[in-house]
């Protein structure tokens, strides 16, 4: 064999071992990538199998812990108890019962049955608190969906309340109310939301108190035969509109004379009114406005805070004449 074949078998066997080469680690580079990407993907599957896995252990912990807080398993029993149980707390917190009557309820589903009742009550803001208070804090499975207050003039305010309660499928119990305490409320006791609320009228809008009074300078006169007359104070400069109240399908005003202690007028539509220098008589209200008519024949009307020195004319007299 000459040098020239032996040189071009030499290269012929050089192509084929580098091409047998390249096809072996491309092989084993495929091999190697599919190895890592199924070792990556057991290592995911095994993290989701475990998050799954305390997921569900944290959801059969919560579902434990709704049951205890269920009413009764049996329904006519849960409904007994539980429509017992408000109405201890209503007379507890002294207020007067005038109706509690079950609710049909819109909550569907297969983990529980609802069970609703809306109550009518009436009693002071005080005994209100005291059973909100002493509701919030049982760990029933229950909730609040509507609350009315309506006052009624006096102290006492009307209640209307609906509220909704779970029997969770599951429950063990057969009898008797969950009696454990919730802590989701801020404060320790129903004294001292009391004290915190009552103190400022929930119905009414914050009255600062008045200015306090500068004393004038002393001015020293010539003497006359006739002294002048002395200028009326004029109580009107200190009444305010302090509410605009619903009572029944009507609506009451409530005007708070801040020179006369303790003294709110409630004005209805016809009332006459008479604050100081300020005379009329109440043609309308509504939620927002109080209408009167002046002895002077001006139409005024007043929003919540005015004073009635301060009213907007609709209709003035002198322009009409």
């Known amino acids: 064999m000459s040098d ?4 071009l078998a030499a290269a012929v066997v050089l192509l084929v071992v580098l091409w047998g ?3 072996a680690w491309k092989k084993y580079a495929t091999w190697r990538d599919n190895a890592v990407a199924r070792h990556s993907a057991a290592d995911t599957g095994k993290q989701d199998a475990f998050h799954q896995r305390v997921q569900a252990q944290r959801k059969v912990a ?12 049996v329904l006519p ?6 429509r017992g149980w408000l109405i201890h707390q209503l007379q507890e917190a002294r207020l007067d019962v005038d109706d509690l009557v079950p609710q049909r309820t819109n909550l569907r589903s297969n983990a529980y049955q609802a069970i609703s009742y809306q109550v009518t009550a009436n009693g002071r803001s005080e005994a209100v608190i005291r059973f909100l208070d002493s509701f919030y804090r049982s760990d029933q499975m229950h909730k609040i969906t509507s609350l009315q207050l309506t006052p009624d003039g006096s102290r006492d305010v009307k209640v209307v309340l609906s509220v909704e309660a779970l029997v969770v499928n599951g429950v063990k119990r057969k009898t008797g109310l969950y009696e454990g305490e919730s802590e989701r409320l801020a404060l320790a006791s129903a004294d001292e939301y009391i ?8 119905f009414a809008a914050y009255e600062p108190p008045p200015p306090p009074r500068k004393e004038r300078p002393v001015v020293v006169r010539e003497e006359r035969s006739t ?5 009326r104070f004029n109580h009107a400069e200190y009444a305010y509109l302090t509410g605009l109240v619903s009572v029944g399908d009507d609506f009451q005003a409530w005007v ?6 303790k003294d709110r007028l409630r004005l209805n539509k016809g009332d006459d009114i008479e604050v100081g220098l300020f005379k009329g008589k109440v043609v309308s209200i509504d939620k927002r406005l109080m209408v009167v008519e002046t002895e ?11 004073k009635l020195t301060d009213g907007r004319i609709l209709t003035s007299a002198a322009a009409g004449s």
């Open 256 to 261: 708070t004379v801040r020179t006369q202690e």
């Open 4 to 7: 020239r074949e032996k040189k």
């Open 227 to 231: 002294p002048p007359p002395r200028p």
């Open 21 to 23: 080469g390249n096809w």
């Open 195 to 202: 004290e915190r609320i009552i103190e400022r009228n929930p």
């Open 62 to 73: 919560q579902l434990g812990k709704w049951r205890k807080q269920s009413l009764p398993a």
């Open 296 to 306: 002077d024949g001006d139409v005024v009307e007043f929003g919540m805070g005015d």
């Open 77 to 82: 029993v849960a409904q007994s108890e539980y």
